[in-house]
């Protein structure tokens, strides 16, 4: 049966987000019903309304979210009413040619900004964020967009790894494969920016630099595990040399999205280094790079998408870590907000303040 919820919703580009009622579809073949237990605030759901992507609307917000299944329909296998699961955003399909080369994380039927799901308001259709909309009390998806988590793990945990804590970790295992010893620094301190500080750490990198435009982001750093700290500036590159031995870092991971950010984090590389971005910014940001620095500095750049990892086998992975301790989160969430309080977390986003704030329902 249908049911009515409360979901964030935001109506056109620019406009005010707002809690409105919406009806629900009755859940089909192959999809669960979930109630929303957490839900993290991402910048990608900034960019659903500040015009960095431009969605159809009316839109659900909110992806990186976790839950408890409610019900299950016809021909659903991998999990049953009561189990706790994170959602996937990116869900891959299996059968394109990305999947069955091993690169589900780019998958051809994902990563899609938003689809339509049968949810209504005032009786005509909604979108949904990244196929989830999961600023609501409750959602209805595809059976491959949830991961079964331990019950033990805390929502707000199991939340943050489908988006942040894998994008963040993953881009460090996976992507760049941070090696023990290496010298890192890391461009943007949101919650996926310091995932990849802790991750960077425990990779064994020897140096982990934390950058922000925020003094007030030093702590949250060095709680991730930085071994410096440094205040983005139109000197950025020299303070970084200074902290490496004057050859710049072994791996640079931009963080935010912008082309200044990432002409950033190539100054700030050494010859031969890596360049990894993991921020997603406009379409018409464009990065200019001369011709001749890409030849003599011999630096790689490249970005990482969703971690470049399989959420299916990497999510399960990252909540045995946080259960035994050797990942460890707190540091991460620093608002615990309401749904109707998640505009005034984005005012935060915008002003560089914070890491995560969580929705809890």
Known sequence: MSAYIQGLVVRDNGAAPAVEELRLPEVGPGQVRIRIRAAGVCHSDLSMVNGTLKPPHPLVLGHEAAGEVVEAGAGVTRVQAGTHVALNWSPPCRQCWFCTHGEPWLCSTANVAALENGITLDGAPVHVTLGLGAFAEQVVVPEKAVIPVPDELAWESAA??????????????????????????VIGLGGVGLSVVAAARAAGAASVIAVDVSEAKK??????????????????????????????????????????????????????????????????????????????????????????????????????????????????????ITLAEVPAAFERMTRGEGARSVVTF
């Open 219 to 336: 702590a949250l750093a060095e709680a991730a595990g930085a071994t410096d700290f440094v205040v983005s500036s139109d000197n950025l590159s020299k303070d970084i040399r200074a902290l490496t031995s004057r050859l710049g870092a072994d791996h640079a991971f931009e963080c935010v999205g912008r082309a200044a950010t990432i002409r950033a984090a190539w100054r700030a590389t050494r010859r031969g280094g890596q360049v990894t971005v993991v921020g997603m910014g406009r379409a018409d940001d464009m990065v200019e790079l001369s011709a001749l620095d890409i030849f003599t500095s011999a630096r790689t750049l490249r970005a990482s998408v969703y971690g470049s990892s399989d959420p299916d086998v990497e999510v399960p992975a990252l909540a045995q870590d946080v259960l035994s301790g050797a990942l460890k989160l707190d540091h991460l969430i620093t608002d615990r």
């Open 160 to 185: 943050l790894l489908g988006c942040a804590v894998l994008t963040g970790t993953g881009a460090v295992r996976n992507t760049a494969e941070v090696q023990p010893g290496s010298s890192v620094v």
